[in-house]
């Protein structure tokens, strides 16, 4: 079976908004985590989707899946960890007391601040993590990188052409995703940021789904008005004179 | 002496405008390039400033100074090189043959499409290059970055906290650059996008100057929407219901 896994277990503190989690945050006529379960709802290889969200939001993650009148036949709230990979462990537990453990079972995680993730993506995603066991989404690096091990002098700039920006969904068979994630020490869980590295850590190969550029994550305010212009298909026409 | 280099030498295709290059848009009430001269013209460490455009521009930069009333006097038009890099070494060339060769001179690099430098950026890139020789400027990695060296499987995910976005001003003593630069062979030029990268290839050190975020680059439409909002000083705010 095919799990969509949207994390959202974030307080977000970096928009210097208070008061609500900017995935909770509306996009046009609706909170960005609902166009974000839209794209996922729209897939129909998925079985499942969970959302992984703080505990003090549940309650009103559910209330929003009423109030924009989503069909809650395929959906499931979880509460989030203290971190990204504990909530997608609290998904995937809850995920095999529902449905039982099995290598066949793919988990396709996203970000619920990416709200522009494409059909396309998610499709490839579940392919890839079907035949490999293993994908993470990612689109050409269009900054040059600079890499510093002191923040004092450049220690390298990377050959860009071999350098992608880092997107989600990440999708994983799953319980090969738990058993390598029991398998790391606390000290390295600590410090894993991301799902995939759980996978490289353990020399388990990790494919590449090509991204797109606006798939953009929402973290910042500047990223909130990008993504409303996005939204409203706004056509800023550039000027000359 | 200081010299501020505004590197324009593309007639830009990525934006998907037709007609005229970028640096030469709009952006409130006057033109990209405009706004970034104005920056280095209010730094008064800077002794003359040197602007490299496209052969086919230089007429209607001149005329761009005088319909924006800008004081003439510290500065110099030139015509660009092929590349990035060949369009500073003709500026340098420019410079040499009016003011001679010094150990002392100081060149401070930077894209006509970054209007938002600030004044502190400039002047921290004075500094640096003065005392150390080669600086770059540099912001933090906001997104994770994957490496691949097929395209195919993630290669590793580097350390975030290693990794910064690469901006401009670059600024470097000018002898040295030149030398150095003059002392690589034509296909490691061809292969060279970044100037501080003539030094690291020398295993010359380049310091890092702190950028900031807003410091962006204007290549694409999306880039050109963000930035007219930030001319504005528009206020987006978020809501919620």
């Known amino acids: 079976m095919i799990f969509g896994a949207i994390v959202a277990g974030g307080i977000g503190s970096r928009m210097g908004v208070s008061g609500i989690p900017k995935q909770f945050m509306n996009l046009g006529d609706k909170p960005i985590i609902i166009h974000t379960l839209e794209k996922f709802i729209l897939c129909d290889k998925i079985n499942y989707i969970y959302i992984g969200v703080h505990k003090d939001w549940t309650v009103y993650m559910d209330d929003l899946l009423d109030k924009y009148k989503i069909d809650k036949e395929r959906i499931f709230i ?20 529902k449905f039982g453990e099995s290598d066949s079972h793919v988990i396709v995680t996203h970000d619920a601040v990416r709200p522009f993730v494409t059909l396309r993506i998610i499709q490839d995603n579940i392919d890839m993590a079907v035949s490999y066991g293993a994908c993470d989404t990612a689109a050409p690096a269009i900054d040059t990188i600079v890499e510093s091990n002191d923040g004092k002098i450049i220690s390298s700039i990377p050959d860009r052409r071999k350098l992608y920006q880092g997107q989600t969904p990440q999708s994983f068979k799953m319980k090969k995703l738990k058993n390598l994630y029991e398998n790391i020490s606390e000290s390295e869980k600590s410090i894993l940021t991301d799902a995939c590295k759980i996978f490289l850590l353990k020399n388990e190969p990790v494919y590449l789904v090509k991204g797109e550029n606006s798939n953009i994550k929402i973290t910042t305010i500047e990223d909130y008005k990008i993504a409303q212009a996005m939204v409203k298909g706004e056509k800023i026409e550039p000027n000359f004179n």
């Open 78 to 97: 979880v509460k989030g960890g203290d971190d990204r990979n504990k909530t997608i462990m609290n998904i995937i537990n809850g995920i095999e007391k």
